[in-house]
């Protein structure tokens, strides 16, 4: 079997007069940080914050077309 190393890197940031900050999660598959799913997307550095881009993230790196589907229960 093989072995995957998934990396989730928090970040943060403050502007200098600290008025504003911004925050997010980079994620890296074996080392290599991974890009945004979405090609039209191109800041990475939130993908680690929503489950479904990072598993499509993941997927698509390693070779795989990918299709959610949600379902609700009643």
Do not use: Q
Not at 12 to 25: E, F, P, Q, R
């Amino acid at each position: 079997m093989s072995k995957l190393k998934i990396t989730f890197e928090d970040w943060d940031y403050t502007c200098g007069d600290g008025c504003c900050t911004s925050y997010g999660t980079y994620l890296s598959l074996n080392g290599e940080r991974l890009e945004h799913p979405n090609s039209e997307v191109h800041d990475n550095s939130y993908i680690g914050m929503d489950v479904e881009n990072s598993l499509e993230a993941v997927l698509k790196k390693l070779g795989y077309e990918v299709e959610f589907e949600h379902k609700h229960e009643d």
